[in-house]
């Protein structure tokens, strides 16, 4: 198993920071290096798999060409530029925030061996666990998760996960309940044509944390990975999720900023 932060960073640079990074765009528009992606919902989204050398200047100017491009488009309500901490790159924050960007916390981008996860988790008495399809469990997930990150109830969230199970069906929602009310989930999405499978959407009540449900949910996932052949896991943690995947070997490689 790969477990060299370095080994691991590169088969992320060099799998996962590509076409494979967005399946789900409905339109791709380059900039240089840059890859600017649109997403159904009316979502910008910039990445890239580096800044080929660029100074503060050429960058500076690419963000204004990134600016203009979506503002041109009346569809776009909101647009995300994905940083990551172990790119070279001069004066990027600094022309993002001058050109309207609000940094997000960093996170954690966390790599490790599905393996590490895949493990007996012991989960507390009369909670049990469930992969979830239908549209009307998937919409009270999300609900469930957005009152746990104290944002309104995002319609177009749970609608924007429901198409995606329908184009990819190997996607996987996972929930725990308890009691008849789903205390926490979580999303398995397979990378098409990599080593990788990406955890996404992790969020336990405040009320049922610390007893090991969050971490039996993911070795569920990591499981479902194995089964399907990725032999990798990526997320990008918050701080409250980030020591839980370290205590099942995933490695934190860098950072990212959205």
Not at 42 to 69: P, S
Not at 127 to 146: K, Q
Not at 195 to 202: C, L
């Amino acid at each position: 198993m790969r477990t060299d932060p370095a080994a691991l960073l590169a088969a992320y640079d060099q799998q996962l920071r590509t076409d494979a990074e967005t399946p789900n765009a409905t339109g791709v528009v380059r900039i240089g290096p840059l890859r600017l992606v649109t997403f159904a919902g009316g979502r910008g989204f910039v990445t890239y798999a580096g800044l080929d050398g660029a100074d503060a200047a050429t960058i500076r100017d690419w963000v204004g060409q990134v600016v203009e491009h979506y503002r041109s488009r009346a569809e776009i309500t909101a647009v995300e530029w994905k940083t990551r901490g172990h790119d070279r790159a001069p004066g990027l924050h600094e022309a993002l925030v001058e050109h309207g960007f609000v940094p997000d916390e960093p996170e954690s981008i966390m790599i490790g061996p599905a393996a590490g996860l895949a493990v007996g988790v012991p989960l507390p008495e009369g909670v049990t666990l469930r992969r979830i399809t239908e549209g009307s469990d998937i919409r009270a997930m999300s609900a469930m998760a957005d009152e746990v990150f104290g944002e309104p109830v995002s319609e177009r969230r749970a609608t924007a996960i429901i198409e995606g199970m329908r184009r990819w069906p190997e996607w996987e929602v996972w929930v725990a309940e308890a009691g008849g009310q789903m205390i926490s989930c979580g999303r398995l999405e397979p990378v098409s044509g990599t080593d990788f499978a990406g955890i996404w959407g992790g969020a336990t009540r405040p009320e049922w944390r610390g007893r090991g449900i969050y971490r039996a949910l993911t070795a569920e996932q990591a499981r479902s990975a194995l089964r399907i052949g990725k032999t990798l896991i990526h997320s990008d943690s918050t701080e409250f999720s980030r020591p839980i995947l370290e205590r099942s070997g995933l490695i934190k490689v860098s950072t990212t900023t959205p």
